[in-house]
């Protein structure tokens, strides 16, 4: 079978695509889904109905509003759509137009208010029709329908292509063609095709069919970088890769990047092109070349590439074409590899490494490897300072320190061998225990080897597992690729890290403790704030637990040093007395104070931190509520609560000033208006992380380890969704995360999506978790009280009432109190006189028990 | 045949073992450095576990101590419980040297630890089995106080340190948040793991590598009623093992038998826990009526009977763990509320240690436990007569040490409000230990302070201490089989007089 529709020649063949492109694929009978749009209408005939009577037979106003929307909640969804936010909007006072009918009188009447003063009355007229209105309004929603039935149709229209060619084809002798599952190919062009066809079982074509409706730079990209690239990866099976693509987009595609793509893969054909004939002569060839590309394997490329492996660098004159034609192959070459670090001469006349030296360097090693260059050039690459082992004792291998740049995949510092022979178990045994003896910290060692051994997945996996430290192993030819490629060495090695690794043993992410240095980002406000406060009064930061109090107090250490304070740090968590804490004191401050402490040693103590330099002090005192609860049951000289008193008379007296974290007990104090410390220090609430910050949490270790994450948009979107920005939880999802990434194979480790991510939080684990992290300290009322606010904004004293009705007779003071703690953990926010909800996928964790009805109904009965 | 490990850790040249995925779980852990929580289930191949990971790290180049905190002897002093921890961490890591302590630091288990650790900066893994063996509630607070303070330095600590250098791993089966106060406790930076029961296919091997058979029908019978609990388990296959082919069913049958029958202490062990708290209770008797019960969110009851392996997670149901377990919550008339309960030849669960550990008379508070433990055996054997004497005389005696426990003036009022106390003979008005245990129940039922409702037995019940002489018994004859259903009453009516005294006495 023959094509008239393709010719040959570049210029024609440019010029054929084009003038097949079409520029949109819709056709009238399905450019509205008219049964959609009534389908719809018929779902809110209640609500036009009553918006209909509104303007028809009552007062256009607020109050009116607010009551059509009281009894006909559908009302708000219609209004949404008929001013072109379905899907709500927020505003910059705060207000927001949401997808749920607010639960109280109050937030009715707001809604109604910010309705009138979005214009909802300029729509609603007096001789309005609203169905009318709202039929435009349903027509306009469908328009972003539109764009998934055309892709919808687009995939269809290229599936039954397929079928129709390999129905004819089988038909000729030579030609048994079938279709083949995607997942057959190699994991990292397995994404790009859409279908694959193979002869007698192995694949020989890949189809990818593209509707591009606009062009743009990532689009351009695909045409330059990633289908090339899919046909480099295919040409090694081999197996053609074939563009259908049609659509606005490609019309408007510059010539140099289509006549780029031609020449870089298999065919790239229009829609009208692939059905004229097209595809079939594209699938009879590949076919008959069992794949194989036509002139694929161009000799001028093979010269530039043996001359670049064997002396480093090509100049134009030593191609055996004519000069410009040599000078455009050097170009092409670098343009055809931007995996490689080349530096092209200024006029293309020649072609070198980039690391010309470290090049020449790793190349010699594959022909005689030499194990102190290779630790040598190994670290140079790193860019790291190379130590000498505290017990180099064994002769067998050559062995130094490395000393990089520390990062969140990279430790400080890691034992490198060089060893010349074979490479077995009990080498990688031997290297991983000298590994922890030289650099205890690192789990991590580098094995420098001509060769790696040709273990399995699995067994290379099974022996890692059980090693103290991951042994990396680099081999000769690694080098080479280290030192030739675009991408810096340090991310090539940690490339390598990522496919060979135990990842459980590199997880950056601490998911039970206080966060190191390395993990610590965002809170610039609440650092800010406690800098500011503490030249005249004492801080307390008050939050839950595993939200970062420890955190921010050891991390605003050296900016205290630096603001001319003098701090003192002292961990309160086994502290549960007087005595108690002066022991603390003596451990953590070096002062010698009596052994029975007691409140009124907190002067001699202050006193005796002063070293005179004029220097602010001050004491940061973690976890201090159970030190507290001890202070409120006992009294020094008749005085209570003796302890607190002092730390404030001492701060009143501008002496020292304090920095308390805590949760329930020290709020407690501080917001009972009776208490005597009501307005001793000023709390500084720690809650979840802003956007920005709860993000790099997540994403930066996993950009480290050298994951890519794609759509990271919509990951981004559901990793804020998922934890409101909680520390603690976006850790454990890191964690999952690279956990997950452990049980793959070495070269599907380094991409990531939402969809892995919705694996994780689809499981009833990740919802017991979230729960458990809000929840934890929560009391049965509080709990209550959240449920009701996941339906909607409310206030105390709209909820005191609900209560009472369901049986749970607490006052609105109590309400008000469980609410404030709410907020403290970060559950509900304070908007106005109410609260709402902070934690938005509390309704979803708690959907997993059965959800937030029966969940209300448990605490109800408990406390009934 | 090589023989089944009933009641102790499997040694680790034992073929008759299988491996437990916990075991690879905790090996991750503790080679990324993470502090590990290990719950489980009694029985359930904890400390087994454990033996082969601590083997696994001393094979990685990890010094590893394991400390077995039920091994200890009751210490007279903080500092001895730390010098003790220290040896036995010692013992794993030094050969037993420590470095001498400075005596200012001796109530510091920092200090202690630093005196066991072998030299250097390699890290160490110290493993911690029976964790909630510490009794004194004081010495556990400080204790995993402490080191809960080393896990809070470890983020800003030197390179080397302790804090830096060491891994703990608790193992056990307790309540993380009760055993010390939340605050402090070290567990909440422990990575939770739990140690999973055995699979059909675990059964099958063990089975090959202890019994030293190809597969057995029984096998799978067994499994089908316990599950994959270890110890359970293997007491049906070691049964079945030791006989040959012919008496196989039956020795099956007495096996399953045996352990429907509670006497087994491993049934005492687990629901007496559970009978020990109101709130298990209540759920466990919820299993009982509905099969399943919906699990609930952040609640650490629902996560604790899991813990102690009556229970397991499926879905967002909470279902018992094996029948058998379930078979036997249902014949419980204590885990029973129905109308259909206390039918004859249920099972009764034998009190734990702690049953009357609220009694402030320490002699007092033995004979009600070893009476009431009697009783509940005696019961469960079918010896009625005598469980009624034991349930009485528990009862009598949880009664005499309120009554000796309240003061003269209370007791007098209760005493004159007693309208129906009868004192005879050698019994004195103001001297509980000479009254007939009918008195007792009067006066205890008197204002103020009354044990409302709770002492209110059935006249026929009322004297059934009595039934023990041969005489009485004779007088009053019914045969031993036909007082089931008093001694059924008399059990329950001692719970419910415990409940109450606890009740007051805390």
């Known amino acids: ?864 | 045949m090589r023989g089944f490990n009933l009641r102790r850790a499997v040694p680790l040249d034992s073929p008759a073992y299988v491996s437990r995925p916990f075991e690879e779980t905790l090996r991750a852990l503790l080679l990324a450095r993470r502090w590990v929580l290990l719950l489980g289930p009694r029985q359930h191949g904890k400390t087994t576990g454990l033996l082969r990971v601590q083997e696994q790290m001393v094979g990685a180049g990890i010094p590893c101590a394991l400390v077995d905190l039920q091994s200890m002897s009751p210490p007279e002093s903080y500092t001895e419980l730390l010098a003790w921890f220290a040896g036995r961490v010692a013992r794993n890591l030094t050969g037993g040297r420590l470095a001498p302590v400075d005596p200012r630091d001796a109530r510091q288990l920092e200090s202690w630890l630093e005196s066991a650790l072998p030299p250097g900066d390699t890290p160490v893994v110290v493993m911690v089995d029976e964790a909630s063996a510490i009794r004194d509630e004081g010495w556990r607070n400080a204790f995993y106080g402490q080191i809960r303070s080393i896990a809070n330095q470890a983020a800003a600590a030197e390179e080397g340190s302790l804090a830096r250098r060491v891994t703990f791993l608790f193992a056990g089966t307790f309540r993380p948040e009760t055993l010390v106060d939340d605050l402090n406790s070290p567990f909440n930076v422990c990575e939770p793991v739990d140690t999973g029961d055995l699979s059909e296919e675990d059964a099958r091997m063990l089975w090959r590598a202890a019994a030293e058979e190809g597969d057995s029908p029984f096998v799978d019978r067994a499994y089908e009623l316990v599950g994959g609990q270890p110890y359970l388990l293997q007491q049906m296959m070691s049964s079945v093992a030791s006989v040959d082919d012919p008496e196989r069913e039956t020795a099956f049958e007495e096996a399953t038998e045996l352990l429907r029958s509670g006497r087994d202490d491993h049934f005492g062990a687990l629901f007496g826990r559970v009978l020990a708290e109101p709130a298990l209770k209540d759920i466990v008797s919820r299993l009982v009526r509905d099969g399943a019960v919906p699990n609930e969110p952040a609640n650490r009851d629902f996560r604790y009977l899991q813990v102690l392996g009556i229970a397991r997670r499926e879905g967002n149901q909470l279902l018992f763990r094996n029948h058998l377990y379930a078979e036997f919550a249902q014949g419980s008339p204590q885990l029973t509320a129905t109308q259909d309960a206390g039918r004859a030849g249920t099972t009764l669960v034998v009190p734990l240690d702690g049953a009357c550990a609220f009694m402030r008379d320490a002699e007092l508070a033995e004979i009600a436990l070893s009476s009431y433990r009697g009783a509940v055996t005696a019961y469960n054997a079918g010896n009625y007569r005598l469980a009624l004497a034991g349930f009485g005389a528990a009862l009598e005696a949880v009664l005499l040490e309120w009554l000796e426990s309240i003061s003269s003036t209370e007791l007098a009022a209760k005493v004159t409000a007693a309208s129906g106390a009868d004192f005879r003979g050698r019994e004195r008005r103001n001297n509980p230990a000479t009254w007939r245990l009918v008195n007792m129940m009067t006066v205890a039922r008197a204002a103020p302070s009354a044990l409302v409702g709770a002492v209110n037995p059935h006249e026929a019940l009322r004297e059934w201490r009595n039934l023990v002489h041969p005489a009485e018994a004779r007088r009053q004859y019914r045969r031993e089989d036909e007082l089931e259903a008093e001694a059924r009453g008399a059990s329950a009516l001692l719970e419910i007089a415990l409940r109450e005294v606890a009740r007051i006495h805390t």
């Open chain 1, 1 to 864: 079978m023959s094509s008239t529709a393709i010719p040959t020649g570049p210029s024609k063949r440019l010029e054929a695509f084009r003038a097949s492109v079409v520029r949109d694929l819709y056709s009238p009978d399905n450019f509205v889904d008219w049964d959609e749009v009534e389908r719809e209408l018929e779902g809110w005939a209640a609500a036009i109905q009553a918006l209909q009577r509104l303007i028809d037979v009552e007062a256009q106003s607020e109050e009116c509003l607010a009551e059509v929307i009281e009894h006909e909640p559908l009302t708000v969804e219609v209004m949404r759509r008929l001013l072109a936010a379905p899907q709500g909007a927020a505003f910059a006072d705060g207000r927001e137009l949401s997808a749920q009918v607010p639960a109280t009188r109050e937030g009715r009447a707001s809604l109604a208010r910010l309705l009138n003063e979005i214009g909802i009355w300029r729509l609603l007229r007096p001789s309005a029709h609203v169905e009318d209105l709202v039929r435009v309004a349903a027509v306009t929603s469908d328009a972003e329908r539109r764009r998934l039935r055309r892709l919808r149709s687009v995939r269809s229209r290229i599936q039954n292509l397929v079928q129709d060619v390999l129905d004819t084809l089988r038909t000729e002798p030579g030609l048994p063609l079938e279709l083949l599952a995607p997942r057959l190919l190699p994991a990292s062009v397995r994404r790009t095709a859409d279908i694959v066809v193979a002869l007698e079982g192995t694949p020989i074509a890949a189809i990818r069919s593209v509707f591009l409706s606009s062009s743009g730079g990532r689009q351009q990209r695909e045409f330059t970088s990633t289908y090339p690239r899919a046909q480099r990866e295919l040409d090694t099976i081999p197996a053609a890769f074939v563009l259908i693509a049609d659509g606005r987009g490609m019309a408007d595609l510059p010539d140099a990047v289509l006549e780029n793509l031609f020449d870089s893969i298999a065919a790239c054909l229009t829609f009208a092109q692939a059905e004229d004939g097209g595809l079939a002569h594209v699938l009879t060839e590949a076919a008959e070349n069992y794949g194989r590309r036509r002139d694929v394997a161009i000799p001028v490329d093979r010269i530039i590439e043996e001359t670049l492996s064997e002396t480093g660098m090509v100049v134009a004159e030593q191609l055996p074409v004519l000069n410009d034609a040599a000078r455009l192959s050097l170009a092409r070459y670098a343009q055809l590899h931007p995996e490689l670090e080349l530096n092209l001469g200024p006029l293309g006349e020649s072609l070198s490494w980039s690391r010309a030296e470290d090049v020449s360097r790793a190349t010699a090693l594959l022909s005689r490897f030499d194990a102190p260059s290779a630790i040598r050039l190994f670290a140079g690459l790193l860019e790291a300072r190379l130590d000498t082992p505290r017990d180099a004792a064994e002769s067998a291998w050559e062995s130094a320190l490395v000393v990089p740049t520390a990062d969140l995949a990279l430790p400080g510092r890691f034992l490198a061998v060089a060893y010349m022979g074979p490479v077995d178990e009990s080498l990688f045994r031997a290297v991983a225990r000298a590994g922890l003896q030289a650099a205890p910290e690192a789990k991590l060692a580098v094995l420098l080897a001509p060769a790696a051994p040709a273990w399995s997945f699995s067994d290379r996996r099974r022996l890692q597992s059980v090693l103290p430290a991951n042994v990396i192993v680099v081999t000769a030819a690694n080098l080479v690729g280290f030192a030739r490629g675009a991408d810096s060495p340090r991310d090539a090695f940690a490339s390598i890290m990522l496919e060979q690794s135990d990842l459980t043993k590199v997880s950056p992410y601490v998911v039970s403790n206080a966060t190191p240095q390395r993990m610590y980002y965002g809170r610039d406000t609440e650092e800010a704030t406690l800098l500011g406060t503490l030249a005249t009064n004492s801080v307390a930061l008050l939050g839950a637990r595993r939200i970062g109090k420890t955190s921010l107090m050891r991390h605003v250490i050296p900016s205290l040093k630096g603001a001319n304070f003098r701090p003192f740090f002292g961990d309160c968590q086994t502290v549960r007395s007087w005595r108690d804490f002066g022991a603390l004191a003596q451990r953590w401050w070096g002062v010698n104070l009596p052994e029975e402490f007691e409140p009124r040693h907190l002067w001699e103590l202050v006193s005796r931190l002063n070293d005179g330099s004029g220097h602010q002090i001050v004491i940061l005192l973690d976890e201090i509520d159970q030190l507290l609860d001890w202070d409120r049951q006992h009294t020094a000289e008749e005085v209570p609560e003796a302890f607190f008193r002092a730390c404030r008379a001492i701060s009143q007296e501008g002496l020292a000033q304090f920095v308390f974290s805590g949760e329930r007990t020290i709020a407690g104090k501080l917001w009972d208006p009776y208490s005597p410390h009501w307005n001793f220090c000023r709390p500084l609430p720690v809650q979840q992380l802003a956007r920005e910050a709860g993000e790099e949490l997540l994403l930066r270790p996993l950009n480290a380890l050298q994951v890519v994450v794609e759509g990271e948009a919509r990951f981004r979107d559901q990793a804020w969704k998922v934890s409101s920005g909680h520390p603690q939880i976006l850790q454990s999802l890191g964690d999952r995360l690279v956990r997950n990434l452990n049980e793959r194979a070495p070269n599907e480790r380094g991409r990531i999506g939402p969809s892995d991510l919705e694996q994780i939080v689809g499981t009833y684990e990740y919802s017991e978790h979230y729960l458990e992290t809000y929840w934890g300290q929560a009391t049965a009322l509080e709990r209550l009280l959240s449920l009701y606010v996941t339906e909607g904004a409310v206030s105390p004293a709209d909820l005191a009432p609900v209560l009472a009705a369901q049986g749970a007779n607490v006052g609105e003071g109590v309400v008000t109190d469980g609410l404030r703690m709410l907020e403290l953990y970060g559950i509900v926010r304070r908007e106005g006189a109410g609260y709402s909800l902070r934690a938005e996928w509390f309704p979803t964790a708690l959907s997993s028990y059965g959800g937030v009805e029966q969940a209300k109904e448990r605490f109800l009965r408990s406390m009934s």
